[in-house]
Each structure stands twice: as C-alpha cells, then as structure tokens.
C-alpha cells in the first residue's frame, strides 16, 4: 500500500562523515596518496604543546599555523590559494576546525567568492558542488568541546563591528573525523573544562531545540553523561575518553538540528567582555533546564537523574544543582576574571535576539526575561578586571 500524499515524514537524521576514533591498531586512511598538495591547519599551541600531533601531520604537506580561539574573516583571507590543492586538514580546537571548513569553501568555489560573499549566501555553493569528491577535508579536534568537526557550519567573529556571522553548507561537512583522546592531554585543565562545558551546552542545546527527535535526544543525554562524568572526576585517562566520546555524541546530536538559546544569549558576552565561547555558552544552562520542565518534563527528569547520579543536590532544583556543578568545576572562578560589568543587560537581550537561533528553541524567552538573566549575572561575579587570561585567548 502506498503512503497517502497527505503523510509526511520527516527526516532524523543525516551525516556523511566518516568517524575514526584512535587505535593502537592501524587505522584505515582516509588519504591514500600521499604525493598530492596538501594543507595543514593547525592551532599553533596544540603543535608546540602534543608530541602525538606529528602523526597526523603528511611529510609534505604546507603547514598554515593559527592562534587564537575566535577566528576572523581577515585570517582566511590571509590564506594564500593553493593551485591543485586536494587536501585540507584541521587539526586543534574549534577555531580551527572553522578556518578549515571556510577555507575549503573557498577551494571548491575555485577561489572565485570571497567569504563575504559566501556568508552572504551560502548556496552559491550549490554550483561548485561538482568539485567537491575532488577534494577531501579531514578535521582532527584537539579539544572536545566545539564538536565543529562533525557540522556544515563555521563561525567568524567580527569583534569590531560586535557580530558573528556563520556560513552553512552541506558540502563542508568532513570526509574524515579523527578522535585521539592523547591530543588533549598537554592542554591545561582550564582549557579542558571550557571545552567540556561548550560540548555541555551543545547536547542540552540539542534537547532543547525544537527540532529534537529521539535519536538526537539519545545521543545528547549520552553527551551530557560522559561530560558530567569526566568534569566530575579526576581520573585523567578516563576523563579524556569520555570527553572525546561526549564530543562525538554531542556533535552527531545538534548537527542535526544547530545550537539554540544560550548559544544566542552568550555570543553578547563573548562580544562584549571576551569570555571564552564555552564558558559563556553554558553559563545560563541552569537558568534554561528549569524551563525544560514544562516543554520535554521526561528530558527533565533524565538531566535531573544525571545530576543527582554525580552528587549534586537537586531538593532546590535543577537550576541550582546546575549552579553548584558550575561552581564545583571552577566555572566562576574563571569567569570572575573577566569584565563581566562591562556587559550593558539591554544591550546584550537585544543583540542576542538577532540570532535566528534565539527563537529555535522549545524554550520561550522575553526580551525582559533575558535582561534579567544578564543583570543576575553580573550581580553573581566580581570582576577583577585584570585582563584576559592568555592561555585562554
Ligand atoms: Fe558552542
């Protein structure tokens, strides 16, 4: 019998990477011809801080090294083109998973759009897109956080004009994810729990998204629970695997349906103080969940039993046992060396309703209501005013 016209279906789920996590057996290659022009992207601090990074490395290819967590449009156009180049990888943290997936938009436009362009309207990739089995885009994390390596999304930040603007192709997702828990190991504990939190908000993000379905629910409790495992515990081996599996499984969850609320509601902070993406984008998490009870109460209750299964109180709720958690990893002690003052809460609600992102959630926000979370958050840190700590830069 056929489906009448009438039924809809609706699609769940979609990824065409292929994801590798490391063995000590040999893993299969993505790559294998090796003779062919290739460009490594690589975070600069990640190559001078892991030995194990090397391996990733082809012996001949170009090697274009980056610093700095928000990566800008002037940086990819500092990107010489590369005439016959085949291969791009990513290797480090989600600034450079961005620059990868924005340079190899250019490559498959030919360099014949500048980005500007291209974020203007990214479906001037649909035209190039016979280039694109040419071409193979590999993206190693060094930090589980961003989950960037499994979406089509890449984000430029324009910290002068106080925006940041994403380009969205289906042709940027990865041929080849790598997962190697040993990449992490060198970075600072600091740097690791930004990161974590950032994977943190992407798998809530997901549960709150209007467009969740059980497959991404699944893969974002699962998410949510190897991340408060590894932040919660101090077992190092453990904690890097179970951030690397979070990664993934947060990643394969808001691919499909993108960031939401508190990703609109921190980039004002990021923009306007320079916190660090994770520790802002999961700085209202709290807040949030408590409005999840009414929406999705049977996700509320599987984040609460999460919660309460890593000791936290939740008699008060689950907003504050997710404060305690923030407080117990240190989250506030890093944010309190940051500006947070300097944040204008009007300002800050109006510019994160901008975002379309602001209204893709099951969670319904008032533009007052939003002032008030900000005016709560710089009431709840002191601000040191000492400047930005480098490492986190
Ligand atoms: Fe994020």
Not at 110 to 129: F, K, P, V
Not at 359 to 381: G, M, N, P, R
Request: aromatic fraction near 10%.
């Amino acid at each position: 019998m056929m489906v009448d016209s009438s039924e809809m279906f609706q699609k769940y789920i979609h990824h065409p990477s292929d994801i590798y996590f490391y063995s000590r057996k040999p893993i299969e290659n993505p790559f294998p011809d090796n003779k062919k022009e290739c460009l490594v992207i690589v975070s600069k601090s990640a190559y001078e801080r892991s030995d194990n990074l090397a391996r990733y490395i082809p012996d001949h290819a170009r090697i274009h090294m980056r610093s700095g967590s928000l990566p800008s449009i002037d940086e990819v156009r500092g990107i010489p083109s590369i005439p016959g180049l085949k291969y791009i990888i990513g290797i480090g943290g989600g600034a450079v998973m961005d620059v990868a997936k924005e340079y190899t938009a250019l490559l498959l436009s030919d360099y014949r759009y500048g980005i500007n362009e291209l974020i203007a309207d990214g479906n001037l990739l649909d035209s190039c897109q016979f280039r694109r089995p040419k071409i193979k885009l590999r993206l190693i994390p060094t930090l589980f956080g961003s989950s960037s390596e499994l979406t089509k999304t890449c984000s430029f930040w324009a910290l002068d004009g106080g925006r940041k603007f994403t380009l969205s192709h289906q042709s940027l997702y990865a041929d080849s994810v790598v997962y190697d828990p040993a990449l992490c190991q060198s970075a600072s504990k600091e740097l690791i729990t930004i990161s974590a939190l950032d994977c943190l908000a992407h798998a809530m993000e997901a549960c709150w998204n209007k467009n969740h379905c059980f497959i991404t629910d699944h893969f974002a409790l699962g998410a949510i629970r190897l991340c408060m495992n590894a932040l919660s515990d101090n077992s190092a081996d453990k904690e890097f695997s179970d951030l690397a599996k979070a990664a993934a499984l947060a990643g394969l969850a808001f691919a499909q349906n993108g960031t939401s609320l508190a990703h609109a509601l921190s980039y004002p902070i990021t923009l306007q103080s320079r916190v660090p993406h994770g520790l802002a984008s999961s700085v209202f998490l709290g807040e949030l969940l408590e409005n999840l009870k009414t929406p999705r109460p049977e996700i509320y209750s599987s984040i609460a039993e999460i919660f309460f299964n890593a000791g936290f109180e939740l008699a008060h709720g689950l907003c504050n046992a997710y404060q305690d958690f923030y407080k117990s990893i240190g989250a506030y002690d890093v944010l309190n060396q940051f500006d947070i003052k300097c944040i204008n809460p009007c300002e800050a609600a109006k510019s994160a309703r901008l975002y379309t992102k602001y209204y893709s959630s099951v969670i319904t926000l008032f533009e007052s209501q939003a002032v008030d979370l900000y005016k709560v958050l710089i009431s709840k840190t002191v601000s040191n005013n000492t400047g930005f700590p480098k490492a986190l830069l």
